[in-house]
Structures are given as C-alpha cells and as structure tokens.
C-alpha cells in the first residue's frame, strides 16, 4: 500500500553520505537558480532546490554552515558536509521557517521539474528551460 504523499518521506544526502537531510510530506516549491552566487557554490549554471517547512526537515551528520550576502542583499545560510564539501542544504533570510534541498542530494531522477528560475538574467546563454517553467528575470 502506497504512502500518502502528506506523509512521504524522502532522503538527501551528500556524496560520503555523512550528511542527511530527512524531509516528510511533500515538497512546498521547486526552483533554480542562476544567480551568480548559486553558480559559484553549486559549481555549475545553475542550483535545483526544493523547498520544505522547517517542521518537515530532519537535519543529521557532521556539517558547517556558510552565511554569504545573496544577489538581493539578503543571507543565505548554506550548510554543506565538512568532509566531502558537498552542499546540501540553505536556508534564506527571504524565506524565514523554510528549508531549501539540493535535489541532487536525494538521487532521485523522477523529482519534480523546477517551477521557476530565478535570475534568469544571469543564466548561460545556452541555458533553455521547457516550456511551462518561469523564468523570473530579478534584474
């Protein structure tokens, strides 16, 4: 019998594995982000992230958290594996009691697409996104 999807329940993780995140229900947004802080701690063109209550994250394992001053002037807490260096989690002054998780981090290639890029503006040039998903310019 399946679960409800109120009560799903879902693990993320970084690359030695030291790091988890537990998350229960299902996501509240899937987003990226091209801004240029995200393409520095993401080392790619953009992050993938999915956005849960704080009251639905379990954090466990070994971490450091890194506050950075984000594109809009806001904190971003990142909180990565101090072994393996990967980032699993932020946390945003814009989005106080809410959770960001890498969606890489659960290994799930069937997770939902993003809803949104945010600072699109920023995004490579041969970075195209289907139709369906906003693309939010923030400049």
Known sequence: MEKAENT???KASCSCGNLTVATRGE???VAAC????CQ???GSAFTYIASYSDTA???????????????SGRWVESEFCPTCGVTVCYR???????????????ADSGF????LL???SRRHRWLTFPEGIELLETE
């Open 34 to 37: 091209s801004c240029l802080d």
């Open 57 to 71: 994250v379990s954090i466990a394992g070994d971490r450091k958290v890194w506050r950075s001053q984000s594109d």
């Open 92 to 106: 945003m002054e814009s989005l106080p009691e809410t959770t960001w998780v890498c969606v890489g981090c659960f």
């Open 112 to 115: 939902a697409k993003p809803d």
């Open 27 to 29: 996501h509240l947004e």
């Open 8 to 10: 799903r329940e879902r």
């Open 118 to 120: 945010t600072w699109a």
């Open 40 to 42: 520095r701690r993401s």
